[in-house]
């Protein structure tokens, strides 16, 4: 079990290590004032991160209060494992 843990835990390290730091540039459709047709959620960042960023995570580690409706660079919690966090830039542009 501790080893299987231990296993867990250095691909957690090697997840942040990939991502911790990077930029996922994602589109949206542009409704008025600036705020996006739709929104952002947390699945389409884990989507963004697994094509651009080349690692696989649930959309549930991704850590978002509200759908993400505006332009914009954002700072994204990406909660990998127990005690493992990574800071993802996520910056929606115009589709």
Do not use: P
């Amino acid at each position: 079990k501790n080893r299987e843990a231990a296993k867990a835990y250095r691909l957690a390290e090697e997840q942040k290590a990939a991502i911790d730091g990077k930029t996922v540039k994602l589109t949206a459709k542009a409704g008025a004032n600036g705020k996006l047709f739709g929104s952002v959620t947390a699945k389409e960042i884990a989507e963004g991160i697994e094509k651009q960023l080349g690692v696989t995570l649930e959309k549930r580690k991704v850590v978002l209060k509200d759908d993400i409706k505006a332009f914009g660079s954002y700072t994204i919690e990406v909660k990998i494992y127990n005690g493992v966090s990574a800071n993802v830039f996520v910056v929606v542009g115009e589709e």
